[in-house]
C-alpha cells in the first residue's frame, strides 16, 4: 500500500511543472532553422554595409515568421502585442533596408574582420537555440527565441556600426539595438512572470 501511494505521489510529481518537446517537432524552432539555413546559404563578399543589410532581411523575415505563428496560434494578449510591434518594426525596416541596397554604391572593400565576427555571432544565436528548453507553448517559445535571436541582430549592428562606413545603415543599426534591447527586457520580464518552473 505504502509502495502505491509512492508510486501515485512520483506520478503525481511529474506531471506538474515544465513539459518539454522536441526541437525537431516544433513549429517556432523550425522558422528559427529555416532562417539559419538561408542566412548561411548567403554569399559574404561583398563590403559590410551591404552584407549587414542583406542579411539583417533574412534576418528580419525570421523574426516576422515567428511573430505571424504566434499572433496565430498563441494565448498571452501580452505576448501577442509584443509580436505584433516585432511585426511591425520589423517590416518597417526590411523596407528601408531594401531601399538602402537598391541606391547604394559599394565604395569599401571585404572587411574579413567584419565577416568573422557576424559567422560567430550567427553560429552563437544557433547553439543558444538549439539550448532552450522548448515546450510546444506557443507563447514561451516565441518569447524564449526572440531573445537569441535580438541578441545576435544587436551583435551584428554593433559589428556593422565599428566596420562600416555608410552613416545609413550605422544609423539604422543603432535604431536595432535600441529597440531590440527594449524587446529583450519585455521578452525576460514575461518569461520570469510565467515561468513554469
Given at each position: 500500500m505504502l509502495l502505491t501511494a509512492s508510486l501515485f505521489l512520483a506520478s503525481?510529481?511529474?506531471?506538474?511543472?515544465?513539459?518539454?518537446?522536441?526541437?525537431?517537432?516544433?513549429?517556432?524552432?523550425?522558422?528559427?532553422?529555416?532562417?539559419?539555413?538561408?542566412?548561411?546559404?548567403?554569399?559574404?563578399?561583398?563590403e559590410p554595409d551591404i552584407d549587414f543589410a542583406k542579411m539583417m532581411v533574412m534576418h528580419h523575415q525570421g523574426a516576422i515568421n515567428m511573430a505571424q505563428e504566434e499572433i496565430a496560434n498563441g494565448k498571452d494578449a501580452e505576448m501577442i502585442a509584443i509580436a505584433q510591434k516585432i511585426k511591425s518594426e520589423q517590416e518597417k525596416e526590411i523596407q528601408e533596408f531594401?531601399?538602402?541596397?537598391?541606391?547604394?554604391?559599394?565604395?569599401?572593400?571585404?572587411?574579413?574582420?567584419?565577416?568573422?565576427?557576424?559567422?560567430?555571432?550567427?553560429?552563437?544565436?544557433?547553439?543558444?537555440?538549439?539550448?532552450?528548453?522548448?515546450?510546444?507553448?506557443?507563447?514561451?517559445?516565441?518569447a524564449q527565441l526572440m531573445i537569441p535571436h535580438h541578441q545576435a541582430a544587436m551583435e551584428n549592428a554593433k559589428s556593422v556600426i565599428e566596420h562600416g562606413n555608410s552613416p545609413v545603415i550605422k544609423t539604422m543599426a543603432q535604431k536595432i539595438i535600441d529597440s531590440q534591447m527594449m524587446d529583450i527586457k519585455e521578452l525576460q520580464e514575461w518569461l520570469l512572470e510565467h515561468k513554469e518552473y
Open positions: 503525481c510529481e511529474q506531471e506538474e511543472g515544465l513539459e518539454t518537446q522536441p526541437h525537431d517537432q516544433n513549429k517556432m524552432m523550425t522558422i528559427m532553422h529555416q532562417m539559419m539555413t538561408q542566412m548561411e546559404a548567403m554569399p559574404m563578399n561583398s531594401n531601399t538602402f541596397l537598391a541606391s547604394y554604391q559599394a565604395d569599401q572593400p571585404m572587411n574579413m574582420a567584419f565577416h568573422m565576427e557576424v559567422m560567430e555571432s550567427m553560429e552563437k544565436m544557433g547553439r543558444e537555440s538549439d539550448l532552450r528548453v522548448i515546450t510546444g507553448d506557443t507563447d514561451q517559445d516565441f
